[in-house]
């Protein structure tokens, strides 16, 4: 098989991290028509999003089966679909990825399912690193409320049942939000994830998150060279905030 | 006590280290009998009053049938895919093999993870990263291999199928060529597991008097450790 260096691909990923109810896939969602009204070749792929493996991974959660094994591998059957068939071929061409999570969201979920990190991490060995990856920090009250506020029923590998022991299906979500939260920072305290705070309004964070963008997006300049006659991403369309 | 836990990631957090059944693989080329096997031994063990169960790849029908569906579409790659079969086998190793086998059974594994890892591998997949992604998989007490040349195997999957599996095939799909030459990778990998594994070869697998000397001695294994 050839192996080729994912990292080297002239397209910008653009990572979002965080737990349920965070505000990562607004915030994803937002910046995602900021870069397409510019004329920037952007696209936005979410987790456990695959429409081959999602008939497939709806029959399993619907009959409980999901081992923390089961569940690991079969989101990563998902990713590696998307990866390969989605995402890769879009980085190579100079396109801007944004992914609402990414490969952390295995670590950190499986890993409190009680996996062991290092076979998680081998599981997406090779998989093109970030160029930046952004922890959406927000208590779990905030994230809670904000759930509630969707008026969403809370599913049961969702609300982490599968390894809480709890009944009660929220008080379950709060036990594996929180344990998930705990190992995001940890992430973020190791540099692997850029802590971002989740709490402020939703304008004052696009104007952040667009100033973080800025020095990723500008470095891609010289190579990109999209559809003909299309300009490339450029400083003074960047600098177009709100 | 019983037989040990063993997985091919060692110390995988199962939470029993001991089951007093008896895990049979049943591996194989595709197309080799491995099914008609695993049903002819089902089928002599409880007879002679052995409890035995016979467990496939996937935990049902309906993940089955999706599987099929994603297969003749052919755009999943090889790693999504051979995830998707491990997953799978994840499910029904949970909720099936160490179930029985703690109950006492006899398991009978139409496919163990040694023919789902050669098939990965055969595909291009890193031996390596295979091997981590099957890393929660027992290790069997037994594997039971039915004979078949490549051809053979070609011959008997052509009396089941309309064609070929496109995926069991180096190069090109339904060809008889790329059939041959994937299965000859196949059987090369299996190779060395030959050598270190328990292992025993059918050389028939519709000779009843093979299939019944073989059962005898799966029931002898079976007495050392009663449940």
């Not at chain 1, 940890?186 to 667009?210: C, H, M, P, Y």
């Amino acid at each position: 098989m050839t192996v080729h260096d994912h990292n080297s691909y002239q397209g910008r990923l653009i990572v979002a991290e965080g737990t349920d109810g965070s505000g990562k896939s607004t915030a994803i969602s937002l910046l995602e028509s900021w870069l397409a009204a510019q004329g920037v070749p952007v696209y936005r792929t979410a987790w456990n999003s695959s429409s081959f493996i999602k008939p497939i991974m709806r029959h399993v959660k619907k009959k409980e089966w999901l081992s923390p094994a089961a569940f690991s591998l079969l989101h990563a059957s998902d990713f590696y679909d998307r990866y390969h068939r989605l995402i890769l071929p879009r980085l190579e061409a100079g396109y801007v990825v944004l992914a609402d999570r990414w490969v952390y969201t295995a670590w950190v979920r499986d890993s409190v399912r009680g996996l062991d990190l290092s076979w998680i991490q081998s599981l997406y060995q090779d998989v093109r690193e970030p160029d930046l990856a952004i922890y959406f920090s927000a208590p779990p009250d905030i994230a809670i409320s904000r759930l509630q506020h969707a008026a969403r029923e809370l599913k049961y590998y969702e609300s982490g049942q599968d390894v809480s022991g709890l009944h009660d299906r929220w008080a379950s979500f709060l036990w594996f939000q929180e344990k998930m939260r705990q190992a995001y920072l940890a992430l973020a305290d190791q540099g692997v994830l850029q802590l971002f705070d989740a709490t402020l309004s939703i304008t004052e964070q696009q104007k952040i998150l667009r100033q973080w963008l800025q020095p990723v997006l500008e470095a891609q300049t010289a190579s990109s060279s999209f559809f003909q006659g299309s300009p490339p991403i450029s400083k003074t369309l960047l600098k177009g905030g709100l | 006590m019983g037989r040990p836990v063993r997985t091919l990631a060692p110390q995988w957090p199962y939470a029993e280290t001991y089951y007093p059944g008896i895990y049979i693989a049943i591996d194989g080329l595709d197309g080799s009998g491995r099914t008609t096997l695993a049903n002819e031994i089902h089928r002599q063990l409880q007879s002679h009053g052995y409890p035995s169960v016979v467990t496939g790849p996937f935990p049902s029908k309906k993940s089955q049938s999706q599987n099929t569906l994603n297969k003749h579409d052919r755009r999943v790659g090889p790693a999504s895919r051979h995830l998707l079969y491990a997953s799978f086998f994840a499910i029904v190793t949970q909720q099936m093999i160490l179930p029985q086998l703690r109950a006492g059974y006899i398991v009978i594994s139409d496919r163990s993870w040694i023919s789902l890892h050669a098939r990965a591998v055969a595909q291009g997949l890193s031996d390596t990263w295979v091997d981590t992604t099957m890393g929660f998989a027992l290790q069997p007490d037994l594997v039971i291999e039915p004979a078949a040349t490549p051809l053979a195997a070609a011959r008997r999957k052509l009396s089941g199928a309309d064609a070929l599996d496109p995926l069991e095939s180096v190069d090109m799909p339904e060809h008889l060529a790329g059939f041959l030459a994937f299965q000859e990778r196949i059987s090369s990998l299996l190779q060395p597991r030959r050598l270190q594994m328990p292992w025993r070869t059918v050389q028939n697998v519709s000779d009843f008097q093979e299939v019944a000397e073989l059962v005898h001695v799966i029931e002898s294994e079976s007495e050392g450790f009663p449940s």
